[in-house]
């Protein structure tokens, strides 16, 4: 068994007007920004998927444009969270997924399915989209991961029901949502939303030189200390854990400094 789980970081897409000239060399081709983000980040979050089907041509183009190693995590569609019955969801699951998101190959890392900040926790419902979220297709492995954004989920039942089908739930640096650090599944997602643009690596280095410390206690299967858990009395054996850290939201100009300036620490540990 390996040590610890390889840790990756990254943005939310990589079309954003003020990154040109301040992330993106100027002149550089719009159509070549994916290929320079890949080479200076090791993942990227597509958001875009969220609001409108994307085509297996589209997901095949994308992954030729990144280097080995590289991976997508991919947001799954509004139409299969933002309802008020989950269990119902199966269609839009399925749909999502034979969209051609598998084209990405081994640059296919996890699927976010992300709800509304007003979706409640219901114990039975909540069971059951999870039931509807398939652990492979074919021969693909697939990773689900989580993003709820309202306190009713910060409850023991909803700990015990990501360990039943480990499924993560994203960890969440925001100023209103819930911050759950309650490890399940293999592998770790968090997405930090408080950067500042004002700061040029969007965080001071303090709070770099922490987070970077807490992904490597994630990659070898721990909990940061600092972090609030839901369920303490809950922890299973520790095991090495991807880690997937996405610079996102506040700070977004300065978001891939600050990818990277996380990475340079990791890799430096």
């Given at each position: 068994?390996?040590?610890?789980?390889?840790?990756?970081?990254?943005?939310?897409?990589?079309?954003?007007?003020?990154?040109?000239?301040?992330?993106?060399?100027?002149?550089?081709?719009?159509?070549?920004?994916?290929?320079?983000?890949?080479?200076?980040?090791?993942?990227?979050?597509?958001?875009?998927?969220?609001?409108?089907?994307?085509?297996?041509?589209?997901?095949?183009?994308?992954?030729?444009?990144?280097?080995?190693?590289?991976?997508?995590?991919?947001?799954?569609?509004?139409?299969?969270?933002?309802?008020?019955?989950?269990?119902?969801?199966?269609?839009?699951?399925?749909?999502?997924?034979?969209?051609?998101?598998?084209?990405?190959?081994?640059?296919?890392?996890?699927?976010?399915?992300?709800?509304?900040?007003?979706?409640?926790?219901?114990?039975?419902?909540?069971?059951?989209?999870?039931?509807?979220?398939?652990?492979?297709?074919?021969?693909?492995?697939?990773?689900?991961?989580?993003?709820?954004?309202?306190?009713?989920?910060?409850?023991?039942?909803?700990?015990?029901?990501?360990?039943?089908?480990?499924?993560?739930?994203?960890?969440?640096?925001?100023?209103?949502?819930?911050?759950?650090?309650?490890?399940?599944?293999?592998?770790?997602?968090?997405?930090?939303?408080?950067?500042?643009?004002?700061?040029?690596?969007?965080?001071?280095?303090?709070a770099l030189d922490a987070w970077a410390k807490r992904a490597l206690v994630w990659a070898e299967g721990r909990t940061p200390e600092d972090l609030p858990l839901v369920d303490a009395a809950a922890g299973g054996k520790a095991k090495p854990r991807d880690v997937f850290v996405y610079f996102i939201?506040?700070?977004?100009?300065?978001?891939?400094?600050?990818?990277?300036?996380?990475?340079?620490?990791?890799?430096?540990?």
């Open positions: 068994m390996a040590k610890r789980g390889r840790i990756r970081a990254g943005i939310g897409g990589w079309t954003f007007e003020p990154w040109r000239g301040v992330f993106y060399p100027k002149g550089l081709p719009h159509a070549r920004e994916l290929e320079y983000a890949s080479r200076q980040l090791t993942s990227i979050e597509i958001n875009g998927t969220f609001y409108r089907t994307q085509t297996p041509a589209t997901f095949a183009k994308w992954a030729r444009e990144v280097p080995d190693g590289f991976v997508f995590s991919v947001k799954g569609p509004r139409y299969a969270t933002n309802r008020s019955v989950l269990g119902e969801a199966g269609d839009s699951i399925k749909r999502f997924i034979d969209s051609g998101v598998l084209e990405l190959g081994d640059r296919l890392g996890p699927l976010l399915w992300q709800f509304a900040p007003s979706k409640r926790f219901d114990a039975a419902d909540f069971g059951r989209f999870l039931e509807l979220l398939p652990p492979a297709v074919g021969g693909t492995r697939l990773r689900h991961v989580v993003e709820v954004r309202h306190r009713s989920f910060c409850t023991p039942d909803f700990v015990a029901l990501l360990r039943q089908f480990a499924t993560p739930v994203v960890f969440a640096e925001h100023a209103t949502y819930p911050a759950i650090a309650d490890p399940a599944g293999d592998f770790v997602y968090a997405r930090l939303q408080q950067g500042n643009d004002g700061i040029k690596t969007g965080y001071v280095p303090s939201h506040e700070g977004k100009v300065r978001a891939p400094a600050a990818a990277m300036a996380f990475m340079e620490r990791v890799d430096a540990a």
